[in-house]
């Protein structure tokens, strides 16, 4: 017995039969209906087939054991220049890396910023992943007011990073529009107080 692959070229329904023409060439193989899944029977002109060759009693050719072969589904295509959109966000977190190093030329820069920085963004990290997952289940969502205190506080980088992440919070035109408020408002804290006074 032979395992064997081929395409159904011929099916007469109201019969219950028809045959499949080898890839490797040769004469078709008859194919009975009874041959195929009965959880799965494709019964398509063109669908392709797995199955075992056998010879009756009269010496014809038939499939037995005839399992349709699933072509794999091609993932869908990302848009060009799909990564050229995720990058000016982040080039907001490089823009204010660059703040960091220019205020530092003028004064010391505390580590408790980057206590708080750090901090605040994985907590943003976590509430957009935990939002995220609950609006998937139509449960209990984290509020916008929180999200944006987190990004308010220093949170903005884990923000950004969980939005692109997650894809989360990016399309609602008025929470992007507070959010990157947040962010502004922020950073010019963050040279106001060490500028002028410093933690």
């Not at 054991?65 to 907001?92: C, E, T």
Request: proline share 6%; no cysteine; charged share 15%.
């Amino acid at each position: 017995m032979t395992r064997r692959e081929g395409q159904l070229v011929e099916w007469f329904p109201d019969r219950g039969y028809g045959f499949i023409a080898p890839d490797d060439g040769g004469p078709n193989v008859f194919l009975h209906i009874k041959s195929l899944p009965k959880e799965d029977k494709r019964l398509d002109i063109g669908q392709a087939y797995t199955f075992d060759v056998v010879t009756d009693a009269r010496g014809r050719v038939q499939a037995q054991n005839a399992v349709p072969i699933i072509a794999p589904v091609a993932p869908p295509k990302r848009p060009r220049f799909w990564a050229v959109r995720h990058v000016p966000p982040f080039l907001v977190i490089a823009a204010f890396l660059g703040i960091v190093l220019a205020v530092s030329q003028v004064t010391t820069v505390s580590v408790n910023w980057w206590i708080v920085y750090g901090v605040a963004s994985m907590g943003s990290v976590i509430g957009y992943w935990i939002d995220k997952n609950a609006a998937i289940q139509k449960s209990w969502r984290i509020s916008e007011t929180v999200l944006l205190l987190l990004g308010l506080v220093g949170g903005w980088p884990g923000a950004i990073l969980a939005q692109e992440l997650f894809r989360h919070k990016t399309r609602k035109g008025t929470f992007r529009y507070l959010f990157w408020m947040t962010v502004a408002i922020n950073m010019a804290a963050f040279v106001q107080i060490n500028v002028l006074g410093g933690l």
